[in-house]
């Protein structure tokens, strides 16, 4: 185990579906993150969270949205997505400052939208 | 702010070879240096880490890596792989202070055949 636990593993979802994949993390770590990483294409940082407040968005579309309630939780929420959409989604967590323990990432969710 | 090239998108090797992934960074300030691998499927996992000190780590698995600050590299070593070594190889780079983050290259893939 990797200390940080995402649900589900896999999801298949149609383009109105609205769905919401779950990251929890349970080493103290105070930052969290949400990556997605397509095939062919660079790891991209989605939003990063600190302390449950977001300090970064990378420009991402309204159809994801993010919540973090606690520094344990964060939640990524999925509506109208696209084909394109379709990638593994990657949790990671922090203690924030410094980088020096570098980021616990979870196993990611596959997400398949037909 | 600071940037990382992962040379060689694909390594083929042979099993029992040695192998090298080659990893250069841009930084205007001192640097932490990180090395993760991605099994199919998997998330990212932490295999070694430069902080400070001796240039050469050891990290899991066997690999190794060495941070030359005058060429800017922080190349990762194995002196002979096996199959199992098989994955997607994350050189990432960030700096001491509060606001940092990782930032990941594209990644390597190393194929170990027989």
């Known amino acids: 185990e990797t200390g940080v636990t995402q649900t589900p593993r896999h999801l298949v979802m149609g383009m109105t579906n609205k769905k919401s994949l779950k990251c929890e993390q349970h080493?103290?770590?105070?930052?969290m993150y949400w990556y997605k990483q397509s095939a062919k294409k660079p790891l991209e940082l989605m939003f990063v969270?600190?302390?449950?407040?977001?300090?970064e968005n990378n420009s991402v579309p309204s159809r994801f949205s993010p919540e973090c309630p606690n520094s344990s939780h964060l939640f990524l929420h999925l509506h109208t997505l696209q084909p394109e959409d379709s990638a593994l989604y990657l949790c990671?967590?922090?203690?924030?400052?410094?980088?020096?323990?570098?980021?616990?990432f979870g196993s990611g969710t596959r997400l398949t939208v037909v | 702010a600071q940037s990382v090239t992962q040379l060689d998108s694909q390594v083929p090797v042979f099993e029992e070879a040695p192998v090298e992934l080659r990893c250069n960074y841009s930084?205007?300030?001192?640097?932490?240096l990180f090395w993760y691998v991605q099994y199919p499927n998997q998330g990212l996992q932490l295999l070694l880490k430069?902080?400070?000190?001796?240039?050469l780590v050891k990290g899991i698995n066997g690999f190794e890596a060495e941070f030359n600050k005058s060429q800017t590299s922080f190349h990762l070593r194995k002196p002979s792989v096996h199959i199992s070594d098989t994955a997607e190889y994350f050189c990432?780079?960030?700096?001491?202070?509060?606001?940092?983050?990782?930032?990941f290259g594209t990644g390597t893939r190393l194929q170990v055949t027989l």
């Open positions: 080493l103290g770590h105070n930052a």
């Open positions: 930084s205007s300030v001192s640097v932490y």
């Open positions: 990432a780079v960030s700096a001491p202070g509060t606001a940092s983050k990782l930032t």
């Open positions: 969270y600190n302390f449950k407040e977001q300090t």
């Open positions: 430069y902080l400070s000190g001796s240039t």
């Open positions: 990671a967590s922090s203690r924030g400052g410094g980088q020096m323990d570098g980021y616990t």
